[in-house]
């Protein structure tokens, strides 16, 4: 029909409201990269697209171009609502982690099939993780660590895809095989003592911690042993990536 | 570049929900053409809206008092408290007839995106009026969407073992078709059945 109609599978990164009754949803998609989205009538009750563009959503979209930077979605297909996620505070807010580093990581309308990818997955296992509880079965309240290896394995591998991690394995300065005892997001990889000015301290246990999450596939995230040590280390390496490359920081992982 | 009076109409106008900067010329226009004493009827009813009209002291709805008058009827049902995003979902639910108790308005949901916190909305108000005991009941009735029962469950995790928390049912339009109900609807539905 319409020449400027076309399909996509993509990820709800982000949905705004707009007007009385319509949604902008921001989308991670697989052939056009991160666009962006309206949702006409959407948050009426009769809205055909009803519960199927809520953040985290795996979809298949019909949309039309639209004359400005906003494209229209006419028609949705679930893959994967993500609801097991989206029902579960912790799994919703290390969910929300992964959807706003894809959100400003990318730049808009560039395609990257390895961090779509990335994030879907990320999204399916999110849903099967076991939720840590105590010996009776409860759950612990407050408790994201076991989460913590998914969501910086994710993270890693997206600011490698998006060429922010070049080197770990050497010092990314001189080459160096080691030791290397820092990172430095401005040279972007680990560096030696040497090149180590400026840089964030990293130890043993947070450099073998990256090398593991960046070679296992997520699915064996929580299995590579990183330690609190090496997540912690982790976590300020990732944390300076975005401050470094992006100038910003996630909002999201500020909470819990 | 009209008028600069214009342009600041026409600023003023873009800053509310929905309007973008076309919507916002055809409304300057149209006032512009209207008697002075129509537009004037619109900025004073804006003006004395925002002299009379602030939020209950008790629940966050509005009132022209300090108080509100839902809080203030004694009819109402003291012990059960319904928890709503908006001032306007008070009236969506108040339209139903089927509910007694009283409100207590958040002020939004939670979005941490959006950088919307627990501390910005009337949260710790309502733990407050828990805290003063008497209430047996709290109704969960924040927007079923992300934001909405991200709310809901932090509400709801905070208050286990204080008061009984309940949460409205996720279900299907009444008098649609269950072959056009999405996936997401139904399978709430799903969980949320009854016995018959
Ligand atoms: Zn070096
Ligand atoms: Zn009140």
Known sequence: MAARSFRTEAVVLRSLRLGEADRIVHLASLEHGRIGAVARGIRKTTSKFGGRLEPLSHVELELTRGRGELHTVTGVQLLASHQRSRDDSYRLSVGLVGAEAVLKLFPEEEANQRAFQALTRFLDLLDDLPRPTTADGTPLPGDRAAFEPLVLSLQLKLLWVAGYLPHLESCAECGAAGPLGGFSARIGGAVCAQHAAGALPLSPDGLQGMQALLRAPLADANRVGLTDRGARDCHAVVTASYEFNGGFRLRSATQG | ?196
Do not use: W
């Open chain 2, 1 to 196: 570049m009209i008028s600069p009076s214009v342009d600041n109409l026409v600023a003023q106008l873009t800053r509310l929900p929905g309007v973008g900067t076309r919507t916002a010329h055809r409304l300057a226009f149209h006032l512009l053409q209207r008697s002075t004493p129509e537009a004037n009827a619109l900025a004073d009813a804006i003006r004395e809206v925002k002299e009379r009209v602030r939020f209950c002291q008790v629940c966050g709805n509005l009132t022209e008092q300090e108080v509100c008058g839902i809080c203030q009827d004694p009819r109402r049902d003291r012990s059960v408290i319904c928890v709503v995003e908006q001032p306007v979902d008070v009236v969506s639910v108040e339209r139903t007839a089927e509910y007694r108790g009283l409100y207590h308005v958040l002020g939004g949901s939670l979005s941490p995106l959006d950088g919307i916190e627990p501390g910005d909305l009337r949260i710790g108000e309502l733990f407050q009026r828990v805290q003063d005991g008497g209430v047996t009941e709290v109704v969960l009735a924040t927007n079923p969407n992300m934001t909405g029962e991200a709310t809901a469950n932090y509400i709801a995790d905070k208050l286990r073992g204080r008061t009984r928390v309940t949460r409205l049912a996720s279900g299907l339009p009444v008098g649609g078709d269950l072959e056009y109900a999405d996936e997401v609807t139904l399978g709430r539905a799903l969980l949320g059945r009854r016995e018959m």
